[in-house]
């Protein structure tokens, strides 16, 4: 149904209730619409856009993170230097309606506390949220006994996330080395159990890096 409207019926200002912009065209904006089918690449086969626009669009990963000095949560896509990718979403209608979910589908989101998880809340409409699949939450290695023994997610997280579409849910442990290797074995032992008891129709995975991990500036960085 449609939320908005412009009283003239020219273009850009009008959206379904879910958020998601509406690009049927209106009077002179057919013209463009066809003329814009008939440009090459939206003239390839829906299978071979599609691999375009996956592959545009995904394999990323979007960080979820709250600024302290604005008090305020944000989304960044990281390789920053991918940030542009969704400006595709923007180059003309038929692109907007055969891509507009996938940033949300095809892109992991990663956050380092069950904090900022309201970046979700608060950044994305709910058709975005429905779209997300994979999730991630990073840990420090010297951390990870505490956020075993202090759940790394709680009861209002585990909550939320059963609203989601997830099909796989990790955590990444940053800075692990051979000597970690008992401590995480163990603390991957009892967070397996506790989310899959709460997640059990998700793939649930702990993985290790000995990547870093600068905690104020959400970067990563070689070594233990």
């Known amino acids: 149904m449609l939320l908005s409207r412009s009283p003239t019926g020219k273009r850009g200002y009008r959206r379904f ?3 998601t912009l509406n690009v049927t065209p209106i009077g002179d904006e057919e013209l463009l619409v066809d003329t814009n089918s008939r440009f090459p690449l939206l003239s390839l086969p829906p299978e071979v ?8 669009l995904g394999n990323s990963m979007i960080q979820a993170y709250h600024r302290r000095w604005t008090r305020s949560y944000r989304l960044r896509l990281k390789p920053p230097n991918r940030a542009n990718a969704m400006s595709l ?24 506390s069950a904090y900022n998880i309201q970046a979700l809340e608060t950044r994305l409409k709910p058709y975005q949220r429905a779209q997300i699949t994979s999730l991630q939450f990073e840990v420090q290695v010297e951390n990870l006994s505490v956020r075993v023994n202090d759940p790394l997610v709680n009861a209002r997280t585990y909550a939320y996330l059963k609203l989601l579409t997830l099909e796989k849910f990790e955590i990444c442990v940053f800075g692990h080395t051979k000597k970690h290797a008992d401590s995480v074995a163990r603390a991957r032992a009892s967070l397996m159990s506790a989310i899959q008891s709460h997640l059990p129709h998700v ?22």
């Open 17 to 19: 209730r879910s958020g």
């Open 49 to 56: 856009r599609n691999c375009i626009w996956a592959h545009a």
């Open 89 to 112: 979403l923007r180059t003309c209608r038929q692109i907007y309606q055969e891509t507009a979910i996938l940033p949300f589908k095809l892109n992991t989101f990663t956050m380092s």
């Open 203 to 224: 793939y649930v995975a702990v993985t290790t890096t000995e990547l870093g991990w600068h905690t104020y500036n959400g970067k990563w960085y070689p070594g233990p």
